[in-house]
Each structure stands twice: as C-alpha cells, then as structure tokens.
C-alpha cells in the first residue's frame, strides 16, 4: 500500500475535500490528510488521518512518517517550507495558476509593489517569495486538474472532480439558470450577461436566474437596479450574504443549467493568466460534482461535452441545453478513484 501526505495550508479546500473523499476507503493507498487551521475549519473533516498542522512542525513530522510520496495542494505562500520539502521528499505540486510557475524572480520582485503591498512584502521577507521558482522546479511532478490543458502544458492529469449528486432532469417551470460563484465583475462578466438578459422575449417561458454566491458592492447595486425593470417572466434571485453549503447544494440540484460567464483573462500575483489556457475555472468542478450541463465563454477552451461555447441566442440556447441529455457515469466516485491510483503507482 502506497503512503501519501497530502498538504493543503492555503487556499483550494474543496479540492483537498474531494481527494479525502475519493480515497478514504481505499484498500491500495493510505493518505494522511495536514490542513492549516484556516483549511480545516472550512473542511471539517475529522478522522485518525486527518492533522491540523502549521509551518513550524510540517517538515519534522514529514521526516518521521517516511511517506512514498507528497502532493501539496498549494503552493501560493510558505516557499521556504516547500523549498525544503521538495528538496527532500518525492513530491507532486497542483498547479492552479500556469504562468506564475513560470514567473521570474524579477517578475516576482516587481509584482510586489503593484498590488497588497504588505501582504506580498511579507511574503518576500518572511516566506522566501523569490524562492517560488526553484519550489515549482525541483518539485518531481507538477498535477493540472483539467486534463486538456494539463496535455497542452506537459502536466501529468489529476483527475480529483467526481459526480456527488443525480441530475434533476424535471422539465421545471421556470427554467432555472444558476451562476455559480461570488458575485464579482473581476472573476466574471455579470453586466454583459445584464444587458443580454433585457433582450430576452416572451415567448411562454418563464425564467429564474440565481446568482450563487455573496453579492456586495457595485455588483449589489447594479442588481438591485435590473431587478426592477426585468419584465415578468424573468425573476432574479442574488444573496447578500455567504451561503451555507446545503443551501449550496440544494439550489445547484434543481438548476437546469449551469451559466459561466468567465472573463477571458485574470491574474494572479499581478501575472496574466487566461481561463481555458492556463488557469482552469472551478465551474468546470461544479459542471461534474452536480451532474448539469454548463454554458462557457466561446473563448474557453475545453474538449468536454457538457461544456457547452455561449451563443449569440442565448436565450434559445438556455431551452437548447435544458432538453438535451449528459452523460457524466465517467465522473462516478469509482472510475476516478481508479485513475488516481493509476497515475500514483
């Protein structure tokens, strides 16, 4: 039985989540799960596997359980931990953000003094931030999550989403279109979908649009805006507030179809990173885990059937998508499990 740490102090939550789950009854591989507190508060996840650890005492306890391999979740912050860990252990890194593994020391230096001054200033004095291309270097492996792009970019595929939830295929009334994620106009294109929504005809379908995730700010008030002058049949629902995760769940079972209006390019650490070519979108995870088709950017790239390219008709293309059927058994918890321990051995 092969024995794993799997490291996750930082940001990606839901992935370490996924990667508990899809490997806690395994009979071929044994992993040991080590969250900061920040990570296990998120997960809440306890069990003899399970560790709550910090920066101080990671490497110690690496050394004495003598693991045959290391997949760090993250490597956004701690490069001096990391640079120890991957000078020492066979170790995987997941790879969120393409360009920043490729990013100069230069690059890494200027980028301080463009944005979170003091954060960033810390990470550079403190958590050795010009030691993160040697971190992504020496690392044995570097994992995508997206196995397309981790094809175009010489990335070994981690395939770590699984279908958690049976489709509603319950032709609803109305049409139920969810857009997942925090309401931000950084992240996604929430006013041209606006505009697009005050061209939509009466044509016998009534529409509700929900927008999953913390609404605030210029977003909060634009909404509140278009929410008075939709006509009827189109209804709008956002939140001011973070949602619970059943709530979560519950709104993404019963919607028909996924929207993702992802902005073609983001950043990360101030270095450009475009969606679909070096930086995967979480919507594709939710796409899986809530077995729903989803509507994608025309510009995202992506070889998967239910990821669907936007149409100039989006109205059309809403009833289009609803009526056709997805197969997602290639996401079940077993089939992925299986690729995992493939990909380990």
């Known amino acids: 039985m092969k024995k794993i740490a799997y490291i996750e102090l930082d940001t990606h939550a839901e992935l370490a989540a996924n990667f508990y789950e899809l490997t806690k009854d395994s009979s071929e591989i044994s992993v040991d799960f080590y969250f900061s507190e920040k990570i296990f508060k998120i997960i809440n996840i306890h069990g003899e596997n399970i560790f709550l650890t910090d920066c101080s005492e990671l490497f110690e306890t690496l050394e004495k359980k003598k693991y045959d391999l290391i997949i760090i979740g993250t490597v956004h912050r701690h490069f001096n931990l990391y640079k120890t860990i991957v000078g020492k252990f066979k170790t995987v890194i997941i790879v969120h953000n393409l360009n920043f593994t490729k990013a100069s020391k230069w690059q890494l230096l200027k980028s301080i003094?463009?944005?979170?001054?003091?954060y960033r200033l810390k990470l550079l004095l403190k958590e050795s931030l010009l030691d993160a291309p040697k971190v992504y270097q020496q690392s044995h492996y570097l994992f995508g999550i997206?196995?397309?792009?981790?094809?175009?970019?010489?990335?070994?595929?981690?395939?770590?989403?699984f279908n958690q939830f049976n489709s509603n295929d319950a032709q609803s009334d109305p049409l139920k279109i969810v857009i997942p994620g925090t309401v931000s106009q950084s992240r996604r294109d929430y006013y041209s979908f606006f505009e697009r929504l005050k061209q939509f005809r009466d044509i016998g379908i009534n529409y509700e649009i929900i927008l999953l995730g913390k609404a605030s700010g210029k977003e909060l008030e634009n909404l509140k805006l278009i929410s008075d002058k939709l006509p009827q049949f189109i209804k709008i629902q956002y939140f001011q507030n973070k949602i619970s995760q059943k709530e979560f769940d519950d709104y993404m079972i019963k919607a028909n179809v996924l929207y993702c209006p992802i902005q073609n390019k983001t950043e990360f650490f101030s270095i450009p990173e475009i969606y679909g070519k070096t930086k995967i979108s979480g919507n594709i995870g939710d796409a899986i885990k809530y077995a729903k088709p989803a509507i994608f950017p025309e510009n995202y790239d992506s070889d998967l059937k239910f990821i669907i390219k936007e149409k100039p008709d989006?109205?059309?293309?809403?009833?289009?998508?609803?009526?056709?059927?997805?197969?997602?058994?290639?996401?079940?918890?077993?089939?992925?499990l299986n690729q995992i321990i493939d990909l380990i051995h």
């Open 113 to 118: 003094f463009k944005k979170d001054f003091k």
């Open 146 to 161: 997206d196995e397309l792009m981790s094809k175009n970019n010489d990335l070994e595929f981690l395939p770590i989403y």
């Open 314 to 336: 989006l109205q059309a293309q809403f009833s289009e998508v609803r009526n056709q059927a997805f197969d997602f058994e290639d996401y079940s918890k077993n089939i992925i």
